[in-house]
């Protein structure tokens, strides 16, 4: 199902309100499930592994199809980390901490 599904030219504005209705819905559902995977240190690890797999902090110098392979990964790495930094700084903070000393 599509936000845009439930618009028609005749009943435009509820339809518009309703898709906004879905978007905060979907923000504040989205917020609840980082603060809850960072609230636990299983949930920390696992987060910062996959941060690490998309490797977001990484530089990469490789040809075309490696190049994209790497950009498609550090973008989603890039979206879940905005994320959480947006809604769970804190917890966000003391993963990379636990990651640092995991690695020391």
Request: aromatic share 8%; hydrophobic share 35%; charged share 40%.
């Amino acid at each position: 199902m599509s936000l845009f599904d439930d618009i028609s030219p005749e009943h435009d504005e509820p339809a518009v309100e309703r898709i906004e209705k879905r978007r905060r819905q979907k923000r504040s559902q989205d917020a609840e499930d980082v603060m809850f995977v960072l609230g636990d240190p299983r949930g920390r690890r696992f987060f910062m592994r996959i941060l690490r797999e998309t490797k977001l902090f990484n530089v990469c110098l490789a040809n075309n199809a490696d190049l994209y392979r790497h950009e498609g990964a550090r973008y989603v790495g890039s979206k879940l980390y905005n994320t959480a930094l947006q809604h769970a700084r804190n917890n966000l903070r003391l993963a990379e901490r636990e990651e640092d000393e995991r690695h020391a």
